[in-house]
């Protein structure tokens, strides 16, 4: 699914464009992926672990704007990406295509700018339009920041795995299940 361009101001009054990702964008999210997996603990992956080559990334990139029913969006400081979301369905079946997943990180010197806000308001607006009724996130427990944004968005939290998570450091680091019900005449929950 595609979205059109915009710009966006920040709280400092910074002006980016927020759209969704293009074929030759490929390289700078690669780019930015490793960048991200290495400013913060609070990722799935090490940057080691970024993987995908360049045309596999493309592959990802334009079936992500192809598709109806998934979707990926990005903030870019002139060429850079400085942020990225994406929303994806838990599974294909009857049973569980209702519901969806979504990711999303900003590079840290961006942080508290009110752009994870930003992201976050597009794809949970891109997730209702597709027609999901669940949103749902996996966090890293201690993630104060995340916690702070899902929370104002109206994600609940609906459960823990304790040490889901093993850092290279030895610590482990419990996950948190959150959900937002985008299913706007059932209520809250
Ligand atoms: C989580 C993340 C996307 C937030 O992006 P952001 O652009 O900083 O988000 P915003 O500026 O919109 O909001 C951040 C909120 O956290 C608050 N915050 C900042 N530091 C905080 C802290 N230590 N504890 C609690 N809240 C904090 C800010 O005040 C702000 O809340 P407010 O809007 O009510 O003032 C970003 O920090 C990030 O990419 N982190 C690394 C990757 C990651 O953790 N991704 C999520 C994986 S589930």
Not at 21 to 40: C, N, S, Y
Not at 41 to 55: A, C
Not at 62 to 71: F, P, R
Not at 177 to 185: A, D, G, R, V, Y
Request: net charge positive; proline share 2%; aromatic share 10%.
């Amino acid at each position: 699914m595609e979205i059109e361009e915009k710009k966006v101001t920040t709280k400092k009054g910074d002006e980016f464009i927020l759209r969704t990702p293009v074929k030759e964008d490929a390289e700078e999210i690669l780019q930015f992926r490793r960048d991200i997996a290495g400013e913060t603990k609070y990722l799935i992956r090490y940057p080691y672990e970024i993987e995908n080559s360049v045309e596999k990334e493309e592959e990802i990139i334009k079936n992500y704007s192809k598709a109806e029913h998934i979707g990926m969006i990005a903030v870019f400081d002139g060429k850079k990406i400085i942020g990225l979301s994406s929303v994806s369905p838990i599974g294909l079946s009857f049973k569980t295509r209702h519901r969806a997943c979504m990711e999303i990180s900003v590079r840290k010197a961006y942080w508290n700018l009110g752009l994870g806000s930003m992201l976050l308001d597009q794809i949970v607006y891109m997730a209702e339009n597709i027609g999901y009724e669940r949103l749902e996130l996996s966090v890293f427990a201690d993630n104060a920041r995340a916690l702070r944004l899902y929370k104002k968005k109206g994600f609940i939290d609906c459960g823990q795995i304790p040490q889901a998570f093993k850092t290279m450091d030895g610590h482990y680091h419990d996950e948190v299940l959150m959900t937002k019900n985008l299913w706007k005449k059932n209520g809250k929950y």
